[in-house]
Protein backbone atom coordinates (compact mmCIF):
# COMPACT_ATOMS: atom_id res chain seq x y z
CA UNK A 1 0.00 0.00 0.00
CA UNK A 2 1.55 3.60 -1.23
CA UNK A 3 1.88 5.96 1.81
CA UNK A 4 -0.07 8.92 1.83
CA UNK A 5 0.93 11.82 0.37
CA UNK A 6 -0.82 14.02 3.41
CA UNK A 7 2.07 14.07 6.13
CA UNK A 8 5.27 14.71 3.75
CA UNK A 9 3.29 17.48 2.01
CA UNK A 10 2.24 18.95 5.52
CA UNK A 11 5.40 18.62 6.66
CA UNK A 12 7.02 20.64 3.50
CA UNK A 13 5.09 23.30 4.01
CA UNK A 14 5.59 23.71 7.78
CA UNK A 15 9.41 23.83 6.73
CA UNK A 16 8.69 26.60 4.11
CA UNK A 17 6.59 28.92 6.51
CA UNK A 18 9.56 31.19 6.62
CA UNK A 19 8.73 33.41 3.68
CA UNK A 20 7.18 36.20 5.17
CA UNK A 21 10.38 37.12 7.79
CA UNK A 22 12.86 37.21 5.09
CA UNK A 23 14.12 39.75 2.42
CA UNK A 24 16.73 40.56 0.16
CA UNK A 25 19.43 42.21 1.19
CA UNK A 26 19.99 45.77 0.85
CA UNK A 27 23.83 47.44 -0.80
CA UNK A 28 26.17 46.45 1.94
CA UNK A 29 29.48 48.19 1.92
CA UNK A 30 32.81 46.82 2.79
CA UNK A 31 32.77 43.37 3.98
CA UNK A 32 31.55 43.00 7.71
CA UNK A 33 34.10 40.59 9.95
CA UNK A 34 31.36 38.38 11.43
CA UNK A 35 28.28 36.93 10.04
CA UNK A 36 26.38 38.82 12.51
CA UNK A 37 27.19 42.15 11.10
CA UNK A 38 26.07 40.82 7.22
CA UNK A 39 22.73 39.82 8.71
CA UNK A 40 22.83 43.01 11.09
CA UNK A 41 23.35 45.41 8.10
CA UNK A 42 20.57 43.24 6.10
CA UNK A 43 17.79 43.59 8.46
CA UNK A 44 18.79 47.57 9.47
CA UNK A 45 15.60 48.42 7.44
CA UNK A 46 13.56 46.57 9.53
CA UNK A 47 14.68 48.64 12.73
CA UNK A 48 11.01 49.89 12.79
CA UNK A 49 8.85 47.01 12.54
CA UNK A 50 8.09 45.44 16.14
CA UNK A 51 5.30 43.67 14.75
CA UNK A 52 3.71 42.99 11.06
CA UNK A 53 1.09 40.19 10.00
CA UNK A 54 0.06 39.20 6.00
CA UNK A 55 -2.19 37.22 4.05
CA UNK A 56 -0.45 34.74 1.93
CA UNK A 57 -1.94 32.75 -1.05
CA UNK A 58 0.62 29.52 -2.11
CA UNK A 59 0.33 28.12 -5.30
CA UNK A 60 1.71 24.44 -4.99
CA UNK A 61 3.10 21.50 -7.56
CA UNK A 62 3.57 18.22 -5.83
CA UNK A 63 5.16 15.21 -7.57
CA UNK A 64 5.68 11.65 -7.02
CA UNK A 65 4.87 9.90 -10.00
CA UNK A 66 2.07 12.01 -10.89
CA UNK A 67 1.94 15.83 -10.35
CA UNK A 68 -0.84 17.56 -8.29
CA UNK A 69 -1.42 21.19 -8.20
CA UNK A 70 -3.47 23.16 -5.63
CA UNK A 71 -3.36 26.44 -3.56
CA UNK A 72 -3.48 27.30 0.24
CA UNK A 73 -4.45 30.71 2.23
CA UNK A 74 -3.40 31.66 5.15
CA UNK A 75 -1.50 34.49 7.04
CA UNK A 76 1.71 35.08 8.49
CA UNK A 77 2.37 37.04 11.77
CA UNK A 78 5.50 38.32 13.04
CA UNK A 79 6.26 39.99 16.26
CA UNK A 80 9.86 41.05 18.07
CA UNK A 81 12.29 39.34 19.36
CA UNK A 82 11.68 36.26 17.65
CA UNK A 83 8.43 35.36 17.32
CA UNK A 84 7.08 33.90 13.38
CA UNK A 85 4.00 31.74 13.13
CA UNK A 86 1.86 30.91 10.15
CA UNK A 87 -1.79 30.63 9.92
CA UNK A 88 -2.12 27.71 7.44
CA UNK A 89 -5.11 25.14 8.20
CA UNK A 90 -2.97 22.73 6.22
CA UNK A 91 -0.29 22.95 8.19
CA UNK A 92 -0.86 20.87 11.72
CA UNK A 93 -0.09 22.07 15.03
CA UNK A 94 2.76 19.16 15.24
CA UNK A 95 4.88 21.18 12.87
CA UNK A 96 4.77 24.54 14.02
CA UNK A 97 8.17 23.98 15.98
CA UNK A 98 10.21 22.67 12.94
CA UNK A 99 8.59 26.26 11.26
CA UNK A 100 10.58 28.21 14.57
CA UNK A 101 13.90 26.14 13.81
CA UNK A 102 13.74 27.91 10.58
CA UNK A 103 13.79 31.40 11.99
CA UNK A 104 14.06 34.44 10.00
CA UNK A 105 17.40 36.60 9.27
CA UNK A 106 16.52 38.46 12.91
CA UNK A 107 16.27 35.40 14.82
CA UNK A 108 19.15 33.51 13.12
CA UNK A 109 22.21 34.83 15.54
CA UNK A 110 20.12 33.25 18.35
CA UNK A 111 19.71 29.86 16.58
CA UNK A 112 22.22 29.02 14.91
CA UNK A 113 25.99 29.33 15.26
CA UNK A 114 27.12 31.60 12.55
CA UNK A 115 29.95 31.45 10.20
CA UNK A 116 30.84 33.46 7.26
CA UNK A 117 32.11 30.96 4.98
CA UNK A 118 33.05 33.47 1.86
CA UNK A 119 32.58 36.44 0.56
CA UNK A 120 33.82 39.19 -2.10
CA UNK A 121 33.81 43.23 -1.85
CA UNK A 122 33.00 43.95 -5.65
CA UNK A 123 29.81 43.10 -6.01
CA UNK A 124 29.28 42.79 -2.42
CA UNK A 125 28.57 39.00 -1.90
CA UNK A 126 28.22 36.61 1.36
CA UNK A 127 27.71 32.87 2.05
CA UNK A 128 26.77 32.40 5.80
CA UNK A 129 26.10 28.43 7.12
CA UNK A 130 24.09 27.96 10.78
CA UNK A 131 24.58 25.48 12.78
CA UNK A 132 21.26 24.70 15.09
CA UNK A 133 22.07 25.43 18.56
CA UNK A 134 19.50 22.72 19.89
CA UNK A 135 19.00 19.97 18.18
CA UNK A 136 15.86 19.30 16.09
CA UNK A 137 14.74 18.58 12.47
CA UNK A 138 17.62 21.05 10.87
CA UNK A 139 20.79 20.21 10.36
CA UNK A 140 22.15 23.01 8.28
CA UNK A 141 21.51 26.63 7.23
CA UNK A 142 23.44 28.06 3.97
CA UNK A 143 22.27 31.58 3.24
CA UNK A 144 23.87 33.42 -0.11
CA UNK A 145 23.38 37.25 0.58
CA UNK A 146 23.85 39.78 -2.48
CA UNK A 147 25.08 43.55 -2.27
CA UNK A 148 22.29 44.17 -4.90
CA UNK A 149 18.98 45.38 -3.30
CA UNK A 150 17.12 43.89 -6.12
CA UNK A 151 18.81 40.11 -5.75
CA UNK A 152 16.51 37.82 -3.82
CA UNK A 153 17.87 36.53 -0.83
CA UNK A 154 18.69 32.80 -1.05
CA UNK A 155 18.26 30.67 1.83
CA UNK A 156 18.41 26.45 2.08
CA UNK A 157 17.96 24.18 4.81
CA UNK A 158 19.26 20.80 5.01
CA UNK A 159 17.45 18.57 7.49
CA UNK A 160 17.78 14.96 9.26
CA UNK A 161 16.46 12.09 6.87
CA UNK A 162 17.56 13.92 3.85
CA UNK A 163 15.12 16.93 3.45
CA UNK A 164 16.08 19.99 1.69
CA UNK A 165 14.31 23.35 1.13
CA UNK A 166 15.88 25.75 -1.21
CA UNK A 167 14.15 28.97 -1.12
CA UNK A 168 14.37 32.49 -3.05
CA UNK A 169 12.61 35.41 -1.51
CA UNK A 170 11.82 38.73 -2.99
CA UNK A 171 11.27 42.06 -1.39
CA UNK A 172 9.33 45.11 -2.32
CA UNK A 173 9.38 48.61 -0.50
CA UNK A 174 5.22 48.84 0.88
CA UNK A 175 3.18 52.30 1.66
CA UNK A 176 5.31 52.46 4.61
CA UNK A 177 8.51 52.47 3.37
CA UNK A 178 9.55 49.00 4.74
CA UNK A 179 10.92 46.67 2.24
CA UNK A 180 9.44 43.48 2.79
CA UNK A 181 8.56 40.08 1.43
CA UNK A 182 6.21 40.02 -1.80
CA UNK A 183 6.72 36.45 -3.78
CA UNK A 184 8.89 33.77 -2.98
CA UNK A 185 10.04 30.64 -4.57
CA UNK A 186 10.71 27.24 -3.06
CA UNK A 187 11.57 23.81 -3.77
CA UNK A 188 11.32 21.25 -1.56
CA UNK A 189 12.13 17.51 -1.19
CA UNK A 190 11.11 15.41 1.56
CA UNK A 191 10.05 11.83 1.46
CA UNK A 192 10.52 11.39 -2.01
CA UNK A 193 8.17 13.83 -2.84
CA UNK A 194 9.00 16.73 -4.80
CA UNK A 195 6.98 20.04 -3.98
CA UNK A 196 7.63 23.64 -5.99
CA UNK A 197 5.23 26.42 -3.60
CA UNK A 198 4.69 30.11 -5.20
CA UNK A 199 4.14 32.52 -1.97
CA UNK A 200 2.12 35.74 -3.14
CA UNK A 201 1.83 38.41 -0.42
CA UNK A 202 -1.01 40.98 0.34
CA UNK A 203 -0.71 44.46 2.02
CA UNK A 204 1.27 43.92 5.24
CA UNK A 205 0.06 45.08 8.76
CA UNK A 206 2.24 46.85 10.65
CA UNK A 207 3.08 47.35 14.22
CA UNK A 208 -0.24 46.61 15.07
CA UNK A 209 -1.20 45.03 18.34
CA UNK A 210 -0.30 41.29 18.52
CA UNK A 211 -1.12 38.96 21.12
CA UNK A 212 1.03 36.37 22.22
CA UNK A 213 -1.51 33.65 22.07
CA UNK A 214 -0.77 33.96 17.90
CA UNK A 215 2.39 32.25 18.24
CA UNK A 216 1.82 29.61 21.25
CA UNK A 217 -1.44 28.27 19.60
CA UNK A 218 -3.64 28.94 22.91
Known amino acids: MQASPARPVT ?4 TIALAASLGAAPTIPAPPVTP ?7 TRGDAGIESYSVPVRINVRLHKLISVRFHLSGTQYFKRPDHLALDLHAVPAEYRQLF ?8 WPSLYDLRLVAS ?5 TYQIEGIPKHRGDVERLVVDIDGDASAPLHAQWFCRGGGTIDMRITEQEDAGGYDLPQRAEADMNFGGYSVHA ?4 GTYAVNEAMADAVFTGR
Open 36 to 42: TEVLARM
Open 120 to 124: TAQPA
Open 11 to 14: RAFA
Open 198 to 201: TFQY
Open 100 to 107: AELGTPLT
